[in-house]
């Protein structure tokens, strides 16, 4: 399915509470928001919970993202997912700061956008 500028359309509301599996097939959780470049609507991060005790979100980068009739199968390995920086979520966005973290983490190309917040992920 595409939209008008022919573009694949993502169907974003499908994905929720499917399992993301790393690029080896390991279990890295399910997927709870998705979060979007603004500039693109294309979707550029996934949230997962983790842990039974003090529960936090972790972030899964989409890039590449492999889509399955159960899963979601992401490009990247469960341990870089571990050792991704905690994010402190400020109301429905990341700070920027948090952002630029991330990227860097997953060593994805970041550059703060000309908005008011400066921030370049929105939640979908």
């Given at each position: 399915m595409t939209d008008d500028s022919g573009r694949a359309k993502w169907s974003v509301a499908e994905w929720h509470g499917k399992m993301l599996l790393d690029r080896?097939?390991?279990?890295?959780?399910?997927?709870?928001?998705?979060?979007?470049?603004?500039?693109?609507?294309e979707p550029q991060f996934g949230t997962?919970?983790?842990?039974?005790?003090?529960?936090h979100l972790t972030f899964v980068p989409l890039a590449g993202l492999q889509i399955g009739p159960d899963d979601l199968q992401v490009t990247v390995t469960k341990d870089q997912v571990k050792s991704a920086p905690d994010i402190e979520l400020h109301g429905e966005e990341l700070s920027q700061d948090d952002e630029s973290k991330l990227y860097h983490h997953f060593y994805m190309n970041y550059t703060a956008i000309n908005t008011e917040s400066g921030r370049r992920l929105a939640r979908r």
């Open positions: 080896n097939g390991e279990k890295i959780g399910k997927l709870e928001d998705v979060y979007v470049d603004v500039e693109t609507d997962v919970k983790e842990g039974f005790i003090g529960r």
